[in-house]
């Protein structure tokens, strides 16, 4: 009951906002059920030029904003920034739920890999400098295990918090300039099981380029659970039965892996993997067996980072990869695994 009271004056106190208070700047993007862009306040000359986000959804966007104030109590650094969401409804656009977010930065995890220079592009922006130490295998590791450490970090957020994310994937993970940390968005298809809800309507279709085998996070014999709050008590019991946060690890394993490996950085080549991958039905030790031995210099030496340490990394990919939900591990135990024991990058800000 406190917390609804605590809930209830944080609100009252937040500053509120409706649509005619933004100028619109550059689309940042445009999916099925919404269009993303970078904004200033109109009345605020003052404020920073495209300083916040804001994000105009469809009828869905109701359970993004509930989603969004969770992660905002509860595991903040999680996710980018939410600062309030609003509805608008007008004869002629029906129903629009409007989110905005303090504007994060510039570039997603997807933009950093997708250059020629990843990993060391993240290094120079997670450490603000340029380093000079020779390239090799060693740094490109350690900058990796860096980049995991704080998906898993934000990841564990959410999950010990009850929200599933459903659409991880290096798109959806913003580098914040101000922390310089990698943060978690989109929270459009998340699901939030501990007080039911956990809407994914019939027409949302799942990312399937890094989305797990089992593709819904709940079993078929699991009522749907319904759109209102309701069923708390029954809610971690089902948590501890179906284990739905390994959906989001799964996801996360494959951006490891594509992290190891330049070949499965484009849509192509991820698409590739994973049809190779279910014909090995999803053993990941078996894909390795039937690649490598004509494997390329290239895939060798992904092969070769992640055997570093004694195949630590290895170990910790094969870890989060697997066909069976169960058999996954968790956030939480990830970070806990000797992958994570070797000094990562130095991140000079007050957060981490
Ligand atoms: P969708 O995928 O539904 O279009 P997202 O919430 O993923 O919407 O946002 C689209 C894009 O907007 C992201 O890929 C990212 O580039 C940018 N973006 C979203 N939120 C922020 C933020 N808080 N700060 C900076 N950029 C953001
Ligand atoms: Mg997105």
């Not at 030496?301 to 992640?306: M, V």
Request: glycine share 6%; charged share 25%; proline share 5%.
């Amino acid at each position: 009951f406190d917390m609804f009271i605590l809930a209830f004056v944080e609100r009252l106190f937040r500053p509120t906002y409706r649509k005619d208070d933004f100028v619109l700047g550059k689309k940042l993007g445009e999916g099925a059920f919404g269009v993303v862009y970078r904004v200033s306040l109109a009345k605020k000359p003052s404020s920073k030029e495209g300083d916040l986000v804001l994000k105009k959804a469809t009828e869905y966007g109701a359970v993004e904003i509930w989603m969004n104030e969770r992660v905002r109590r509860a595991c903040a650094n999680s996710c980018a920034d939410f600062l309030y969401g609003f509805l608008e409804t007008s004869p002629k656009k029906g129903a629009e739920y409007w989110l905005l977010w303090r504007f994060e930065g510039e570039v997603t995890l997807s933009d950093l890999m997708l250059s020629k220079e990843f990993p060391y592009n993240v290094e120079t922006m997670i450490t603000g400098k340029v380093q000079d130490s020779p390239k090799g295998l060693e740094r490109e590791n350690r900058i990796i295990q860096t980049i995991m450490r704080q998906l898993l970090f934000a990841l564990d957020g959410l999950h010990s918090t009850g929200i599933v994310h459903r659409d991880i994937k290096p798109q959806n993970i913003i580098f914040s300039e101000g922390s310089r940390t990698f943060k978690i968005i989109d929270l459009g298809a998340a699901a939030d099981l501990r007080v039911g809800i956990n809407y994914i309507p019939k027409e949302f279709l799942l990312d399937p380029r890094y989305a797990a085998p089992e593709q819904y996070i709940m079993s078929t014999q699991t009522p749907s659970a319904p759109s209102a709050p309701v069923a708390t008590a029954l809610s971690p019991v089902l948590w501890q039965m179906n284990l739905p946060d390994r959906f989001d690890i799964y996801s996360a394993g494959l951006i490891f892996l594509q992290m190891a490996f330049p070949a499965l950085r484009t849509d192509s080549g991820l698409i590739q993997f994973n049809r190779q991958l279910k014909r090995c039905d999803y053993d990941l030790d078996a894909w390795r067996k039937s690649v490598e031995p004509r494997a390329g210099l290239e895939l060798r030496r992904g092969f070769e980072l992640l055997d570093l340490d004694g195949g630590i990394g290895w170990e910790l990919l094969t870890s989060m990869v697997r066909y069976k939900a169960r058999q996954r591990t968790s956030a939480k135990a990830a970070l806990a695994h000797p992958y994570f024991d070797r000094e990562g990058l130095l991140v000079l800000s007050f957060m981490q």
